[in-house]
């Protein structure tokens, strides 16, 4: 059973940074492409960033590209999503996905294994 279980949400002022993580089990994490997504209210999930396998290479959403960091560690079957420079446009619940394919690259990501979602809400 795959399984990926968000962590790292909160409430917090704009302009700080939050820390999400996701841990993965059931697959063979270290071959495998990871990416994050997110849901606002209201809105339909939108893709945030995906990062390769290997953590080689890494493609963001234009709307959080230079304040977004995604970044693995696939001794801890562990894939994170760095928040910096919060605005209350990025209250969200933010998703974590895996890929069913393996060795894929980012640009190829395509989500096929979800996480339950964690909550990010940034006041003003």
């Known amino acids: 059973q795959v399984l990926l279980v968000e962590s790292g949400g909160g409430l917090v002022q704009a302009g700080v940074s939050l820390r999400l993580s996701c841990v993965v089990s059931?697959?063979?994490?270290?071959?495998?492409?990871m990416g994050w997504f997110r849901q606002a209210p209201g809105k339909e999930r939108e893709f945030v960033g995906s990062?390769?396998?290997?953590?080689?290479?890494?493609t963001y959403a234009d709307s959080v590209k230079g304040r977004f960091i995604i970044f693995r560690d696939n001794a801890k079957n562990t894939v994170y999503l760095l928040l910096d420079s919060l605005e209350p446009e990025d209250t969200a619940v933010y998703y974590c996905a895996a890929d069913r394919m393996l060795l894929t690259t980012s640009v190829n990501f395509q989500p096929g294994y979800w996480g339950q979602g964690t909550q990010v809400t940034v006041s003003s």
């Open positions: 059931g697959l063979a994490f270290g071959n495998t492409a």
């Open positions: 990062i390769s396998w290997s953590g080689g290479d890494l």
